[in-house]
């Protein structure tokens, strides 16, 4: 099947055995496609895997002591042990803490006061103790702060098991519910609803449970029959009402239940209607609702809970076309996140006398989220960062404008945000379309030549906001520049953005990278490009480094979504059918043809590739492995370069990677170690 890779630096070569699809009077020939394995036992496969990753720890192996390097630097940066802000829940003061060598965060609270005894509540150290992978998720106290409720996965698959821990005894009770999702609390502190998997992975129902029940005695509340529609469920932000929720990519419909009623009949508010998007906020006996009626990006309308049909909606913040709006909803104040020309802007909106103002962040280039807690009070709290400021915690009163600093995230190792410049820059598209970069770079060490990290998104209508990495240092202390290419397919510039980057539209993801990647190199903005993309992200890697490889130095693909066409063919696969609406149903011609046009495995031809290193998780069911495999596969068999192409697949992680902090720097050490390695080549 292969060459091994043991005792020479030749490369394992995939066997090739042809498989025959007809379709659409095609023929397609997949020479890689028994790499396909679901189950995930085939002997044969796991040889070839473990040969790949046998094969690049030997070319590896001269960056070992580089990696160890760049993983100390990490370490020296971040406070081992770390607090986060306390915030208060009733009687209590909920917050986090790390600790030195521990992985895990640990997730504590203190009654009436600050100076009380700490209560150590989670542990997820010691639930990861013997564990390769630990993934915790709806971490949920119940109302009267006596229940906990959680969920954790141990392979990295995503399938979550509920586990329920009485605080006042503290000991876990016997409910174990496997393949569950989202977690809410009704307001008795004893019903628990929570959403259950299908066999693909979808959140498709949602079940009532009673403490000390058996999940056989949980009650079917509702089940979505099509497969476009994710259910899930949670506690509205004023805690008097749960909301369900049902979503495809393009078509929201949600239903309400009084939370001190749980055994009650959930309201439809508003039937669904293919396109139409609708969240709603419950306040008092009103709803405010953000919706995309003939509003694509978005307008704030209010009704009676009484009345919640779309007819008797009134508007409260129009639409704008050049702005796209969020909304995060107080008892006295509209919180609303705006998006225009590729920046945010926080605006405070007071329900009673609709007078509004924002608040001034001091980088060109930043993000913030807002944390949903206190509805009842006038503080908002948020955090912000950006390229060159590390994550900060503010208060700001809603009704003074006062504003407070409560944390900055410490940066170790004599850090001085004063050495790092970022700015943003707009590239012109083939038709005109002006995409923006955001970059990074020690302003002491750049002069235009410099390497340059480049990556991008694109997809899902997700933005990619400029963060503050304390890792992404030790790339920049290098000289090593980075950029943020907001390609269309997110949000950045507002839903037509995100429109024009998806199903027949894809391609300008890719023509939009490859417009910031010549405008920086050919405005000496950046000297070699590095390129790097994450699932969604891997696809746009694969796409472009097929399209115009000569841009690109060297590629990381990590977890790519780079076997487009195969899987969309395949609805058992995990949210393949709700994603027809993003990449288009290959059965249909016409998105057939255009999948097949762009799709990076059936697109690879022999032609000089960059370096590339294509990262998979095992256990992955977003973007299985077999997808970078078999890429990784077809590349060996026909590029025409000598370069490095290098595939490592992490067996104890899925779609995200490792789950310990320590482990995730060393993902990031490898990463780095291999940029380093190939600029010097």
Known sequence: MLISCSQTPEPPMAKIAADTLHI????????????????????????????????????????????NKLFQEFKERIPEND????????????????????????????????????????????????????????????????????????????KYTLQIKDLFQNQMLSENIAEVGDIAWANDSHTLFYSKQDEAGRTYQIYRHRLGNDEKEDDLIFTEKDDRFWLWISRSRDENYLLLGSDSKMTTERWLLNADHPSGKFQLIEPRQQGHQYFVYPHQNELFILTNYQAKNNRIMQTKIAKP??????????????????????????????????????????????????????????????WKINYKSEILRYSYESLTSPLSVFEVNMKTKAKKLLKEQEVKKDFNKDNYCSERFFAESDEGTEIPISIVYHKDLYDGTNPMLLTGYGAYGD??????????????????????????????????????????????????????SQFLLENKIAGKLIIEGGSAGGLLVGAVCNMRPDLFYAAIADVPFVDVLNTMLDPTLSAVVSEYEEWGNPQDFEQYKYILSYAPYENVSAQDYPHILALAGFYDTRVNYWEPAKWVAKLRKTKTDDNLLLLLTDFSAGHSGASGRYDYLKEIAFTYSFILKVLKE
């Not at 790499?35 to 720890?57: F, G, Q, S, W």
């Not at 509540?121 to 639930?127: C, E, G, I, R, S």
């Not at 906001?465 to 507002?494: N, T, W």
């Not at 027949?504 to 990278?513: C, G, I, V, W």
């Open 309 to 370: 049909r779309k007819k008797f909606w009134q508007e409260v913040i129009p639409h704008r076309d050049s702005v796209y709006i969020d909304l995060v909803l107080f008892s006295e104040y509209l919180v609303i996140k705006e998006r225009s020309n590729g920046s945010e802007k926080l605006r405070i909106f007071q329900i009673s006398n609709k007078n509004s103002y924002y608040i001034n962040f001091p980088d060109p280039i930043y993000t913030f989220y807002v």
């Open 83 to 158: 607090v986060s802000v306390p915030f208060q829940k009733g009687r209590y003061f909920y917050y986090q803490r790390r600790e030195e060598k521990k992985q895990y965060t640990i997730y504590c609270r203190k009654k009436n006061s600050l100076e009380a005894e700490e209560e150590i509540y989670l542990d997820v150290n010691k639930l990861a103790a013997s564990k390769d992978f630990l993934s915790v998720i709806e971490i949920k106290v119940s109302p009267d702060h006596r229940y906990l409720a959680f969920a954790v996965d141990t392979t990295g698959a995503e």
């Open 24 to 67: 659409h009077n095609e023929t397609l020939i997949d020479d890689f496609a028994w790499l396909k394995d679901k189950n995930r036992t085939d002997p044969e496969v796991l040889e070839y895997l473990h040969a790949e990753n046998e094969y690049t720890e030997n070319l590896m192996n001269n960056t070992k002591n580089l990696q």
């Open 463 to 516: 933005n990619f906001d400029p963060y503050f990495s304390s890792s992404r240092l030790s790339l920049l202390d290098r000289g090593i520049s980075y950029a943020i290419a907001h390609v269309r397919g997110g949000k950045e510039m507002g839903e037509e953005w995100y429109e024009q980057g998806k199903m027949l539209n894809k391609k300008n993801t890719f023509t939009d990278f490859i417009a910031c």
